[in-house]
Structure formats: C-alpha cells, structure tokens
C-alpha cells in the first residue's frame, strides 16, 4: 500500500492520519478536508469559544510543526466531490483527482436545519464566532432542541445576560437517551437559572422575527440557534456503491468495501460489545475510531481487530459536567447505583437485557465512575452488579 | 522524552489515565495530573497512545 487518502480533516481524519505514521506506514497520505483551517476541536465551540474565553488559536488539535511532521498531502478548502470504488479515485470540487490503494472516510456530520432564513447553527468555528458575535445582554435567543449542543448554547447565552428560550419537541429532554428521571433533573438545572424551557413544542419555521410553532403561534427571537440533531456527511458517496443509511455502514473492523474504511461521526458500524449497529457523535470516539481504521487498512489480512470501543461523552453545562459511558439508547432501566438525583451528584446505571450496558454520572470523582466503566467495558451482568450494589471488577 | 500537560484543556475524560497509568492520573474533578514528566523508552507508546486519544488535545510530547 503506497497511497491512502484520507477524506474529512478533523478528529478522525486527524486520528487516521497519525496512526498510519505511527504504525510505520511511510507511504503517501492525501488528507482531504472542506474547511480551510487546519483540524480543530469542536467541543469547545459551544462552550469556551461561545463564551468569549477562547480564540481561535487555542482549537488547533495539533501544533503546525507537528503536522508538518506527519508530511502529508494536505489538501484544504476543497471537498471530496466523488468516489470510484473500480479505479480507486477520490474526485474533488477542484477538478482533480486523487488516486489511492486505501481509503478512510471521515467526513463527519453537518447541522440539519429548518425551513427559512437567518438561524444559526453550531457546528463550524465560523458558526461558533457568528453566534457569539450576536449574543449580548438582553438579547433574545431561541435554541430550538433541548438537546446536549442546545442545553450547553442556553447556558453560555445565559451566562453572557441573554434572554433564553429554549423550545423542544419532546415531552422531557433527552429522554430517549438518558432516560425521562435523569432527562427532567438536567432540564430543571436550566429552568432553575431562568431559563424558558417548553417541552411539546414543535417549531416548523424560521421567520423573520423568531420562530413559528406548528400550531401557527409565533415566538419572537433577535436570535434563532437551531440544535436538533445532524446529518451524515455522505452525499459524495452517492453512486459509489458503498452502502449508506444514517451514515457510511461498515463492519465490526470499519470496514465498508475492500480496504475502504470509515471513523468519527460519519460511520455507522458493529459494535461486537454491544452486538449492536451503532453511529457515535462523541469526541473520543472520532479519535478511537480514525485509530482502528487505520491499524486496520494497514493490518495483514487475519490480523484485523474488531472495533469494540465503551463509547464515551461528556458534556458541560453552568458548573456542572455530564459524563456517560457505553450504548444508553434502548434500555430497559435506570437505576441509581450512588449518590442522589436531587443533589446533583451521582452515578446512575443503564440495564439493557441483563447488562450494564451505560453509566452516566454529574459531580462525582473519576473513581467512582471508572469501575462502572469497567462494569460495562467486561458485559457485566446487572443481577449480579447492581443488586449487590458493587461492580463486578474493581479498578 | 518529555510530556507537557495543559491542565486548562483538558476535560476530564480520564482517556490519558486507560492509556497510560503510570504516567497519568486524575484529580478529584477528573482533572488529568502527571505522574513524571521524563518518559521512558518503555513508557513512550502508552504515552503516544495518551496523546492519540485524549480529547482536549491537551498533552504534547517533546523532546526533553
Ligand atoms: C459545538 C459542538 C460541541 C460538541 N461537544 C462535544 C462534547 O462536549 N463531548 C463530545 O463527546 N462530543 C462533542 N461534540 C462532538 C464532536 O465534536 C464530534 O464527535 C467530532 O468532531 C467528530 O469528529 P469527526 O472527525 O468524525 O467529524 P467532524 O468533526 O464533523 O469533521 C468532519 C470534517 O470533514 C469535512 N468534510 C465533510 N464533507 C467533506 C467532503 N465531501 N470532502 C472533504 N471534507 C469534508 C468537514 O468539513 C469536517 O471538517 C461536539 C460537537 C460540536 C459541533
Ligand atoms: S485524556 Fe486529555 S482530557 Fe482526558 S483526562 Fe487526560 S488530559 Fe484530560
């Protein structure tokens, strides 16, 4: 293998880029990102960038000279345009083509958005500097979507002296996810602040001056920050032949055609742990991830491992940090395993089936959730874990 | 080699401490401490992994 390209420039992109220069590989690497700036770190966007205490120069993933160091082909401000899987060629916007043995796609997610003008969405560095430009005292901000990116908007703006309404189309936020307990006692840490927070409520527009709701009714905004979920990046793939639905679908190695593989928000692929087929949005699995891909594009054949990672997040909004390990959705039962809801402080366990399959705690120290992690990463059995109120394995 | 740390950027994910336990731990609110700055030979592949995984980009490894 003498030429990989690697499509999408940021966390994972990143991630695969350096694994295969760390794993020895010393042939070509054409990295092919979008956005003209060198690969930066989104999490912050919503929170120390939104907020005003970081610029632009604190995001860089990685140094100039450290790039420099990787000696890539790095091809920025242009997109991938298409794929030919029988020539093995990237097409990009420019009119060139880049042709490879391997290819790992890492092209990420984009904002979905609503009908009409004038809403920001959060996913850019320009869409971050945009929003903040706008936020001031006073002003009136509608996040539409309670969701993580739009709890941690409300609370900046909120911090910043901004009106906030926040508008959400479920009965209780993120029920679906942590399930409806834990998903009322996040909403109430907004509402307590004074924030306006409306559950059933479903906004069908932008408008000229807010939003409209699906019953016609208008709320007024200066500012609309629409946060209600994405939408994988893989048009370019279309006509290629490679399978996508809800993102790129691979295999338990990320593998989604011969020596074509995926990482980050973009791929869609089975997790053995869970015996599940899952797409992640979370920081640490873009880097997890574009790691595996690339050992696996470079590992002989038989010597491929499966990607078999405890998905990991993390979130944080006013004084508090969110963290949750492992696969939430689908689960049969919440259980707090330590601490107190109504305290702010505690670790509660997700059951799917018989196992611990998620942990999600606020305020508690590292210890007290590495060994749920640690429950989790082994498929611990709940019966035999929670009821006796310790872990399995100790870390 | 040498690892540097900015304690500033790093949020808490514990990723450095899984790769790299003799190197990383973390304080009370899960912030990342070090353990040593000198790193060993023996210890340089975990810590490369540290930087690899850690979500903050918040450790660095340089030449001491
Ligand atoms: C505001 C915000 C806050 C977040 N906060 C957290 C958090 O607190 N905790 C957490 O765990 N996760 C958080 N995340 C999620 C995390 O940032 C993502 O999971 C991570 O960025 C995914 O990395 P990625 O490389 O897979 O995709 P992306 O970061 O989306 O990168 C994909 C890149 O590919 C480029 N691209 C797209 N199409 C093409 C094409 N056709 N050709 C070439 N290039 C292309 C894009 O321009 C982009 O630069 C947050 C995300 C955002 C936006
Ligand atoms: S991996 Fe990075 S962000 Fe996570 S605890 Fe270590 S230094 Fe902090």
Redesign the interface.
Known sequence: MRRIAVVGAS?AGL?AA??LR?EGYDGTITLVGEEPEPPY?R?PLSKQVLAAEWERD?L????SA?LAALDLDLRLGVAATGLELVSRTVELGDGSEVPYDGLIVATGVRPRRLPGEGAHVLRTLDDALTLRERLRPGQRLVVVGAGFLGAEAAAVAWRLGAEVTVLEPAAVPLAHAVGAEVGRMLAQVHVDRGIDLRCGVTVTEVTEDGVRLAGGEEIEAHEVLVAIGSLPNTEWLEGSGLTVGDGLVCDQYCEAAKNVYAAGDVARWYNPLFGASMRIEH??NA??QG?AAARNLLAAEGARKPFAPVP?F?S?QYDM?I?AYGFLRGHDEVAVLEGDLAQRRFVVGYRTGDRVSGALAVGM??KA??RWRQAIATGAAWHETVRTGAPAAEV | MKVELEADKCVASGQCVVAAMDVFDQDDDGIAILLTEQIGDDQLDDVKEAVAVCPAAAIRLVQA
Request: aromatic share 8%.
């Open positions: 966390a991630s350096e694994t760390r770190d999490p604190r860089a993933l990685r140094t450290d920081r640490t880097a997890e790691m990991y993390w944080d940090k963290q120290p590292p959730i590495r």
